[in-house]
């Protein structure tokens, strides 16, 4: 039974402040008098506490933590009534929303052990999710609109750590996880403020680049993989910080090394091949295939977690189609790694992908102003998930066609051109 955190020694203590003050001043850019919601998975305490400090220290108004742990979950799962499953702290949720609504910035630990619900019941598993997504839905809105200022950043949890790093005992490999997640979130430098201005000023560049390009479509080909993306009438490509609607510029995801945009839900064909598993609510999902007409996936398989997958594409009719494409380098640091986290936080930034499920409002010109009749009428999908899987490697090359039909390359070897 894992009660408190135990291997807080084995985490260099410096990085792991740093991490935190990154975590407040670039992810989140807290202001002052700014209250602060936070959630952790309960073995992310001591990152939580700096983060508490750090918020203070900022001038936040009041930060409210709330914690999640694995025994308890597994609890519901072994013990809860069948009718458990269809439910969810929807009061909660809703209080969540209000507390965005009164200014509130959202903060999110990631870390939980991505095993966690592997061994349990798919069907529970996707009915709990799918009533947690309904009720999350009004604040997740939130931040899925960018009204607000959000972040979210990881934490070495031990049976994370164990996942990543089999053949290591539990305290070498929590010490080797959290070194892949100072490196990767860029606090292991001096200045890892002045780091992100830097990384942030090319993310920058590249999505200024693609505006200017104004494709109407990329096209992928490699192994497995011969798919033809629309992009979204009006889409605009965005990378790095970025401006939330309440003014604030913050870093939602740390670490990040992609530039993304809205494909166009009715207009992506082909198929395509998933280069890297997919951790998905504690299911791995392998060699994820599947085949798009109209932009709908028409057929799917995968060689490991198939169920889990055809369940997650039933979720709802725009859980078959593209709410988001990204392009990342096959060299960015987390890829040159060559560690596979489980995580879609760190393995979505070692590759290109897409995602199934809701687009961001904010991959629009002018997207603030856009009602949600004019995203739909754009090719912008709306859906209860958004979930984000690998089809990038050394071996896929992308073309950048525009309405004329005329090509330029993109990417070659999985490098930009
Ligand atoms: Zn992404
Ligand atoms: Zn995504």
Not at 101 to 126: T, W
Not at 380 to 407: E, F, Q
Request: net charge negative; hydrophobic share 40%; proline share 5%.
């Amino acid at each position: 039974m894992t009660v408190l955190p135990r291997f807080e020694t084995s985490i260099d203590p410096v990085k792991l402040e740093k991490l935190a003050e990154v975590a407040v001043q670039v992810g989140l850019r807290l202001e002052r008098g700014q209250d602060l919601v936070m959630t952790a998975p309960m073995a992310a305490l001591p990152l939580a506490r700096l983060i508490t400090k750090h918020a203070y220290m900022a001038g936040a108004g009041i930060v409210t933590t709330f914690f999640a742990d694995e025994d308890m979950t597994l609890s519901r799962y072994a013990h809860a009534p069948d009718e458990s499953f269809d439910k969810a702290s929807g009061w909660l949720y809703d209080g969540m929303a209000k507390a965005f609504e009164n200014g509130a910035a959202r903060l999110a630990i990631a870390g939980d052990n991505p095993m966690m619900l592997s061994a349990q019941d798919p069907a529970k598993v996707a009915r709990a999710n799918k009533a947690n997504s309904m009720a999350y839905k009004p604040a997740l809105e939130h931040i899925s609109n960018f009204d607000i200022n959000w972040h979210i950043c990881s934490y070495p949890n031990p049976a994370w750590a164990r996942l990543v790093f089999p053949g290591l005992a539990e305290e070498e490999a929590v010490k080797k996880l959290a070194d892949a997640i100072f490196a990767a979130s860029r606090v292991d430098v001096a200045d890892p403020i002045a780091a992100w201005g830097d990384h942030n000023a090319q993310l920058r560049s590249r999505s200024t680049w693609l505006n200017g390009e104004r494709f109407s479509a990329l096209h992928f080909t490699g192994p497995g993989t011969d798919l033809r993306v629309g992009l979204a009438d009006g889409h605009e490509w965005h990378g790095g910080a970025s401006v939330a609607k309440n003014g604030i510029t913050c870093n939602p995801n740390i670490p990040t090394e992609e530039v993304f945009t809205t494909p166009h839900a009715l207009k992506v064909e082909g198929t395509v091949s998933s280069t890297k598993p997919l951790s998905h609510q504690g299911t791995l999902i392998d060699d994820i295939q599947v085949r798009f007409e109209g932009g709908r996936i028409v057929e799917a398989k995968a060689s490991k977690g198939e169920e889990v997958l055809q369940k997650v594409l039933d979720t709802d009719e725009g859980a078959r189609r593209l709410g988001e494409v990204a392009l990342v380098p096959h060299s960015s640091p987390i890829s040159a790694s060559g560690i596979l986290f489980y995580n879609t936080l760190f393995d979505e930034n070692a590759s290109c992908h897409i995602a199934l499920g809701q687009c961001y409002s904010k991959c629009f010109l002018d997207g603030a102003s856009l009602s949600q009749e004019q995203i739909t009428a754009q090719g912008g999908n709306s859906s209860l998930i958004h979930i984000d899987w690998m089809i990038g490697s050394d071996k896929v090359d992308i073309d950048g066609v525009r309405a004329d039909g005329s090509v330029t390359p993109v990417m070659r070897g999985g490098e930009w051109v």
